[in-house]
């Protein structure tokens, strides 16, 4: 299983970005996928996970009505797109994969990051 993120980059505080992860080795379809990114000194936070069946989705509060996560199970692909990007949302970003079977909330697959750095 591999999850390969990109997108990533430096941006002006308010600008946006999409960031991108394309999942291979697993059926796509029948995995929730998450955002999660993780500040220097800080520990690694959720940020927004979508449902196998994209029929939910949730957020952490601080990208609430900023950050919009989606999936295109055609091309294995799950995305987070996030607008009026704030200083504090520079972290590192990780894409992670939990199959629908999985007992608990803990996630199976995790891809290696993509920094994302936002500019005051």
């Known amino acids: 299983v591999q999850l390969v993120e990109s997108g990533g980059g430096l941006v002006q505080a308010g600008g946006s970005l999409r960031v991108s992860c394309v999942a291979s080795?697993?059926?796509?379809?029948?995995?929730?996928m998450g955002w999660f990114r993780q500040a220097p000194g800080r520990e690694r936070e959720f940020v927004s996970a979508i449902r196998w069946g994209a029929d939910s989705t949730n957020y952490t509060d601080s990208v609430k009505g900023r950050f919009t996560i989606s999936r295109d199970n055609a091309k294995n692909t799950v995305y987070l797109q996030m607008n009026s990007l704030k200083p504090e949302d520079t972290a590192v970003y990780f894409c992670?994969?939990?199959?629908?079977?999985?007992?608990?909330?803990?996630?199976?697959?995790w891809g290696q990051g993509t920094q994302v750095t936002v500019s005051s």
């Open positions: 080795g697993l059926i796509f379809s029948v995995f929730d």
């Open positions: 992670a994969a939990r199959s629908r079977y999985t007992v608990g909330s803990a996630y199976n697959y």
